[in-house]
């Protein structure tokens, strides 16, 4: 420990143990979990669940030989929430009128990402030792992470009589994960402290009073499920009293403008203390308060120290504008005489202070003028041809302005042409004129026709009072053109009927009509509804002893009005069996059940993590019964009680409630079985995604391996996780799900329904409703007061579909924004459809063009070299489609071109800024290099850490050839590293034809991939991935809206490489490479290590609802000792060697000549995946085996395997693969020898080696030296 010695007042604070009692006999011994030898104190008190938590498996305080502390809080123990804290602390007391700064350095050992989850530097109150008790434990003040799993975390908290209050963002560090390390420091003077969290802005509390014991406490904390090593932990304590604080501001800037930095150089603060001595402070020793540029006028700030403040008064001024500089010229520079100036697209950046700042204006800062003329916007009419300059004006400072010219046209307009007609034509007594989908254009003495904006053109109004053809004058300078409509009454076209009575009845059921509504329909499709005086339901026809269906005729008094009939059934009562099923992935005897009990109330549980409601397929309890799917509408509700649901956090598949699938699995079977389905419930459909009672749904299956799965979709219901206290009896819970001819309902209570307007979707893998109540994953509820009512389909209440949403038209540019070519494919793209004119620069490159939705569009075009080009697109969105709005878009994009080392290759640095020239002598960074690096030119990247802060992008069309490629290359015995410091995801690399060799990518944030190929024909050599925070390398699609398969990533190398140590924060996803989920055909690992990865050394999985990925070789690859780290650390996942598949999907993957050994479970799995193909592979000790092959049983099995040789000199279990396989080729591990079918046997004798030197080294081609490791003997 480091304590600072200053003046004589300073000391080391000596530790008081302030509470004592009898710790519960439960308890282990103290030395057990808490070892501190010096005058610092541990103690693990608050809200931990129950005084038996406090143990050494839940936590641990540790004072380490090498003046480093430990502290753990483990097993979902402990907690920072709003009322309470629950810690281990590690801590002294503190006089609490002194002024003191306590810090640390913390690296993160393990860190859950859950809310709850914090460590950090903490005062106190008021501390208990080593007591569970979450009512009595003081206030508290934290520099601490908290809130890891929102978008932005906080950096800080304090909890007074007032409740808690958090503190600061976390935006420029990475959120905590192993290896991730933070300086933290808590400094308090007088009333004010300052919070520090890693490179985070402190966070400054003035006046705090938070405080209520009149002792305070300092120290570390963790709380929860985190692990953090503190060291350099320095605390320095000034008893001193302070008399007066002299401050001299002579010689500091004490004039300032908006927006700018406080600067304190020149400012002298004396500290005159209550024994006469006087100290001139540094800017270290004193805390400034209450700095605020934002507002101009006088700004008061606060000079603190040691509880005694002085004020200086600032003088902040507003910014004058000393330039302006046009962005982009608006999107119409050409006029007609008699057009509105048009300013829409038009951008200026405004200059400050001469270059203190720049920005771009909003309109309220500017004015145009055009002949001496102001004017706000489009108010100005052009009245002359030639061309005219638009003079802009800053309205901050009107003597600066800026000029451009526009030019007004000769040609005089000679008429208008309605070149396509409105949609409607037909109208009705009172209608408002409607003209949607009508199309004007003016047409011009020079030939050309100009389309019009609505706002263009004037309308006279239609007459609509009375009936016939009536004419609309549309005007536009001075020019006319008519528009032909016509107007009629309306007319009756009959009866409807608009709310259904009961349509279903019972042999020996009365009829009723209760509930019945009929009204009159208009074809101008007016409805009113009929009295029921005005009718009679004539129901002689229905006969309720006899099966079938009747008409009911509804007769009108009025005898011009034709009756109508609507359809009932009658049927005979049915009793309904109900049946118990489980099925799917992870269920089990033990954690799936249902228990009836003898009041009918029925518990269905499915707990500790048995089974799942997954994406594309369910593992589920399930009581249910059996309906007719085209036949039957049901009703059905019940109260339910939720014993237990979801873990905390949420894994994303927990679920119960109320279900209707079309398929179910058989009983006990634990293969992969998917159905479309809908539930209503307790769901949340994903670990990022709120839980709640949901209405949710999985359609387009088309059979149970899940082929064609659209996958799930869920409509919230009531945010708000379902548990004991919110569910029945606590608190009413009635869940009602219904078919009707229209879809399915859900609804809680007697809240809204929300509807799935799909009545059809259950009807697709045999003719049969399976309906009933389930429970998913960790879902233990109980059922009770059920109520449930079939009707008959055909004569229930007809389809209804759902209402048209409007849609907002959005414009996307899809080109690079730089390029080194000049050659130039302009892209865009509208998600609705409708019309765009071009400009590049000031000249127009296409008129009118049709832009279809959801489809892109390209000009190809010619850029000027080595300069920008702005481009300027107005979108006029088709006014027949549903839309929010159909105003005009107007949207700029510019584009660089830009060519580096013209004869040579480009050079970057770790040091270098996009200003360097590219040379050996004067290099590049390395983002600028990416974005205009020449189609064979090579970036050659020289010695040094490349630590970023963002990810590194290579973008999609930033693209090499087959003959020219774009390569990213370590210069010549050299190895750059590319370090993503933990803050961001890795390489995205959506290019076509590049090269990457020799180069070492790191430390990528948590969860996030080190290198995605998500491009074409691309070369990854040579390169190591290591210690990312997700899997190393991943080949799989970087555009998450993409799916086209044949768009997917495809003909990539994966050559030489290397990847070691991934670990992501659940210790379960990080493998070493990947080709999984979305990767597309062609693609190779050659030559490829990947050894110690926190879960698989490969991963091919595939999922049903997403479908076969292309086929993968792997060949000449070694994967050894997955699911362990290299410093030990042991992981949660599948930690096989090479994992070939996934969900029974039929993917012909080949391995060749590929070893696996040591891996933490299977060498070679096929996981599900019945079509691998194995040649000449050999696998050794194993842990889990060394080969499983196999599928779920309904698949038939399309597996290859040659030359393959399976060796144990450890107790594993034996190989796992279908019997007729075995051939005199393959060596196979029975459990105690490896032998053929032949019966030859091979053991250890038969191999030079079975020791490997490790790491392998490769000679200087790449290729893998394993020497005699596995080599057979001559014999």
């Known amino acids: 420990m480091k304590y600072n010695l200053k003046g004589g007042l300073w000391f080391i604070l000596t530790s008081v143990l302030l509470v004592s009692f009898i710790i519960s006999a439960v308890i282990l011994a103290e030395d057990e979990m808490i070892s501190v030898s010096s005058d610092w104190q541990g103690s693990i008190f608050g809200n931990l669940g129950g005084q038996n938590k406090i143990t050494k498996e839940n936590f641990e305080i540790n004072e380490n030989t090498d003046g480093t502390v430990r502290l753990r809080s483990s097993n979902n123990r402990g907690k920072i929430e709003s009322k309470s804290e629950g810690i281990a602390y590690y801590f002294k007391e503190v006089p609490a009128d002194a002024n003191f700064e306590l810090s640390a350095t913390a690296t993160v050992e393990s860190f859950e990402m859950h809310n709850q989850v914090s460590f950090g530097l903490m005062v106190r109150d008021k501390v208990l030792i080593n007591e569970s008790n979450k009512e009595d434990i003081g206030y508290t003040l934290a520099a601490g992470i908290l809130n890891a799993k929102k978008d932005v975390p906080k950096i800080g908290f304090y909890r007074t009589a007032e409740g808690q209050t958090k503190l600061g963002e976390l935006v420029n560090d ?94 002298k603060v004396t500290a005159e203390f209550s024994d006469g001595s006087k100290e001139i402070l540094s800017e270290d020793d004193y805390i400034v308060t209450g700095f605020d540029s934002n507002t101009v006028g006088t700004n008061p700030i606060s000079i603190n120290y040691n509880g005694v403040s002085r004020t200086v008064n600032l003088e902040i001024n507003s910014l004058t504008c000393t330039g302006l500089k046009i962005k982009y010229y608006p999107a119409k520079t050409d006029y007609y005489l008699g057009d509105r100036f048009d300013p829409e697209g038009f951008a200026v950046m405004a200059e400050y202070n001469e270059g203190y700042k720049s920005e771009e204006l909003t309109v309220d800062k500017y004015t145009f003028s055009i002949a001496g003329e102001s004017m706000p916007g489009s108010d100005y009419v052009f009245d002359s041809a030639g ?50 989908g009508m199309t004007v254009y003016a047409k011009y003495s020079d030939g050309s026709r100009i389309r019009l904006m609505k706002d263009e053109f004037s309308v006279s109004s239609l007459d609509t009072t009375s009936p016939g053809e009536k004419k609309v004058i549309i005007s536009h300078k001075g020019k006319e053109a008519v528009l032909n409509l016509t107007v009629k009454m309306k007319e009756l076209t009959g009866l409807e009927v608009t709310e259904y009575p009961q349509t279903t009845f019972y042999l020996g059921d009365d009829f009723t ?42 007769i009108p008094t009025d005898s011009l009005i034709t009756a109508i009939t609507y359809p009932v059934t009658v049927r005979e009562k049915t009793e309904y069996e109900w049946k118990y099923t489980r099925f799917g992935q992870s269920t089990s005897e033990e954690d799936n059940f249902i228990d009836i009990k003898e009041d009918g109330t029925i518990e269905l549980a499915s707990i500790n ?36 649901y979801a873990k905390s956090p949420h894994d994303g598949q927990e679920a119960f409630g109320i279900m209707a699938r079309d398929a179910i699995g058989e009983f006990g079977d634990t293969g992969v079985f998917a159905s479309n389905m809908v539930g209503l419930g307790g769901y949340s459909g994903g670990t ?39 569910t029945y009896p606590a608190k009413e819970y009635r869940l009602t799900l219904a078919k009707t001819n229209s879809g399915y309902t859900g609804r809680l209570n007697g809240g809204k329904e929300v509807m799935l307007f799909e009545p059809n979707f259950l009807n697709v893998q045999d003719s049969k409703v399976y309906l009933g109540f389930f429970a998913g994953r960790v879902g233990h509820i109980e059922v009770s007061n059920v109520d449930f009512k079939v009707s008959a389909a055909k004569t229930d209440a007809p389809k209804v579909g759902p209402s048209e949403e409007a849609v907002t038209p959005t414009l996307d540019f899809l080109s690079l924004d730089k390029t080194s070519k000049t050659d130039y494919n302009f892209l865009l793209k509208s998600n609705v459809k409708g019309i765009v004119i071009v400009k590049q620069g000031r000249k127009v490159i296409a008129r009118d063009q049709v832009v279809k939705a959801k489809q892109e569009y390209l000009i190809e075009t010619e850029l000027a070299e080595n300069t920008k080009t702005n481009f300027s697109v107005s979108f006029l969105p088709d006014d027949t489609q549903y839309l929010t709005s159909c105003d005009k878009l107007v949207k700029n994009f510019t584009v660089e071109m830009k060519s580096y080392v013209e004869d040579g290759d480009i050079y970057v640095s770790p040091t270098a800024i996009s200003g360097g020239a590219g040379t050996l002598e004067d290099p590049l960074d390395l983002d600028t290099a990416i974005s205009f690096v020449r189609e064979g030119q090579k970036i050659i990247l020289l010695e040094g850490r490349y630590v970023r802060d963002s990810k590194l992008e290579i973008k999609k069309y930033n693209d090499g050839t087959a003959e020219a490629r774009k390569y990213l290359i ?50 990854i050599e ?215 079918q032949l019966d030859n046997r091979i053991n250890k004798n038969d191999f030079v080696t079975l020791i490997p030197q490790l790491p392998f080294e490769r000679d200087d081609n790449g290729r893998i030296m394993i020497g005699d490791f596995l080599k057979l003997t001559t014999k």
């Open 174 to 267: 990475a959120v905590p994960s192993a290896g991730n390390t933070y300086d933290l420091s808590i400094k308090k003077s007088g009333d004010v402290y300052i919070l520090k969290f890693g490179n985070e802005e402190p966070v400054i509390i003035e006046n705090f009073s938070g405080f209520e014991t009149g002792k305070l406490f300092a120290g570390l904390y963790t709380a929860r499920n985190t692990t953090v090593i503190f060291s350099d932990i320095n605390f320095s304590l000034d008893t001193r009293k302070v008399k007066d604080l002299h401050v001299d501001t002579t010689a500091m800037p004490t004039d300032y403008l908006l927006e700018e930095e406080l600067d304190l150089t020149g400012l």
């Open 609 to 644: 993590g048995g089974g799942k409601v997954a994406t594309d397929h369910d593992g589920i309890s399930f009581y249910y019964t059996v309906i007719d799917a085209s036949k039957d509408n049901f009703v059905l509700s019940a109260d339910i009680k939720v014993i237990e």
């Open 513 to 554: 009509s209760r509930g019945l509504e009929v009204s009159l329909v208009y074809d101008n499709g007016d409805k009113e509804v009929l009295a029921g005086s005005n009718y009679t339901v004539d129901f002689s026809n229905f006969d309720n002893t006899k099966m079938g269906v009747y008409d009911v005729k509804i």
């Open 688 to 726: 990022k995604e709120p839980n709640g009672t949901q209405l949710f749904m999985r359609t387009g299956v088309e059979s149970s391996d899940g082929a064609g799965s659209n996958g799930t979709s869920s409509m919230m219901i009531k945010e708000e996780k379902p548990k004991t206290s919110n």
């Open 1022 to 1236: 040579e390169c190591l991935f290591y210690e990312n925070g997700n899997t190393g390398l991943q080949i799989s699609r970087t555009d998450i809206n993409e799916d086209d398969k044949s768009k997917w990533p495809s003909y990539n190398l994966i050559l030489n490489c290397t990847s070691f140590d991934n670990r992501d924060p659940s210790d379960n996803n990080a493998d070493g490479f990947a080709a999984k989920l979305t990767s597309g055909v062609g693609n190779v690992f050659r030559g490829c290590i990947a050894h110690h990865n926190i879960d698989d050394g490969w991963d091919l999985y595939t999922k049903v609802g997403t479908g076969a990925i292309g086929p993968v070789v792997i060949e000449d690859s070694i994967a050894y000792s997955n699911g362990t780290l290299t410093d030990g650390t042991v992981g949660n996942g599948d930690k096989n060697g090479f994992k070939l598949g996934g969900e029974g999907v039929h993917v012909p993957h080949i391995i060749k000549n590929c070893l696996a050994f040591d891996n933490g479970a299977v060498g070679f799995t096929s996981n599900s995946n019945p079509a691998v193909i194995a040649i000449n592979n050999i696998a050794l000790n194993n842990i889990g085996r060394n080969l499983e092959f196999t599928t779920y049983k309904e698949i038939a099995v399309d597996f290859e395997i040659d030359g393959f040789m399976s060796i144990a000199t450890k107790d594993i279990p034996a190989d796992n693969f279908p019997v007729e396989l075995e051939s005199a080729k393959n060596y196979m591990f029975n459990g105690s020898v490896s032998e053929n």
């Open 970 to 1019: 370590a210069a010549a015995n050299t190895n750059p590293i590319i370090d993503f410091d933990k803050k961001t995801e890795g390489v995205l690399l959506s290019g076509d034809y590049w090269q990457v060799k020799g180069i070492e990518f790191t430390r990528s944030a948590a969860n996030e991939k080190g290198f995605v190929v998500g491009g074409n024909h691309n070369i």
């Open 387 to 436: 061309e005219k300059i638009v003079t802009v004006s800053s309205m901050e400072n009107p003597a600066i302005s800026i000029s451009f010219a526009v030019n007004v046209k000769t040609a005089e307009i000679t008429g208008l042409e309605i070149s396509k007609v409105p949609e409607k034509e037909l109208y009705f007594l009172s209608d408002k004129l409607n003209l949607t």
